[in-house]
């Protein structure tokens, strides 16, 4: 099975009514992990992402806008379009991470179950396609 077979749509809980919309997210009940860090991206000018995380798992939500995210294995990627604020895609640890073809204005939240670690990351495709394969 392909670490991709593992990434997953999540729908989170929303409350609607005549004065608008409230989507919530709660670690460890609406995502699979308790959250230690959250950030986000916005007034992007340019693709983002272009790295794997060797041990972390994040949530990617697009709260206003679109985009695609495109993740690999290595082997084979996939493709999701991110539109909607009351979705987000749930990304498994070793797997190349890219952001494309942001729409004006858009912005992202990104959850993630780890704290912030340059060095439990891999920052290029050369290195990641060499550490999965030989792995």
Same mark, same amino acid.
């Given at each position: ?5 593992? *990434? ?6 929303? *409350? &609607? !009514?005549?004065?608008? #919309?409230?989507? /919530?997210i @709660? ?5 699979? /992990? @308790? ?7 916005? !007034?992007?000018?340019?693709?983002? $992402? $272009? =790295? #794997? =995380?060797?041990?972390?798992?994040? *949530? ?6 679109? /985009?695609?995210?495109?993740l690999?294995d290595?082997v084979?990627?996939?493709?999701? #379009? ?5 979705? $987000?895609? =749930?990304? &498994? ?8 073809d942001? #729409?004006? $204005?858009? *912005? %992202?939240?990104v959850?993630?179950n780890? =704290? ?5 990351s ?6 990641? %396609? ?6």
């Amino acid at each position: 099975m392909s670490r991709l077979d593992i *990434v997953r749509w999540i729908d989170f809980r929303s *409350v &609607v !009514d005549e004065r608008g #919309a409230l989507t /919530f997210i @709660e670690g460890m009940k609406d995502i699979p /992990f @308790e959250i230690k860090r959250a950030y986000y991206l916005y !007034d992007v000018r340019q693709d983002r $992402g $272009g =790295h #794997a =995380h060797r041990d972390t798992q994040q *949530v990617i939500v697009p709260l206003a806008g679109r /985009f695609v995210l495109e993740l690999s294995d290595g082997v084979e990627s996939r493709r999701f #379009a991110l539109d909607s604020p009351t979705r $987000g895609v =749930h990304i &498994v640890p070793m797997l190349f991470i890219r952001l494309l073809d942001f #729409a004006p $204005g858009t *912005v %992202v939240l990104v959850l993630a179950n780890t =704290h912030y670690d340059k060095s439990r990351s891999i920052r290029s495709w050369e290195e990641y %396609v060499q550490e999965v394969r030989g792995a």
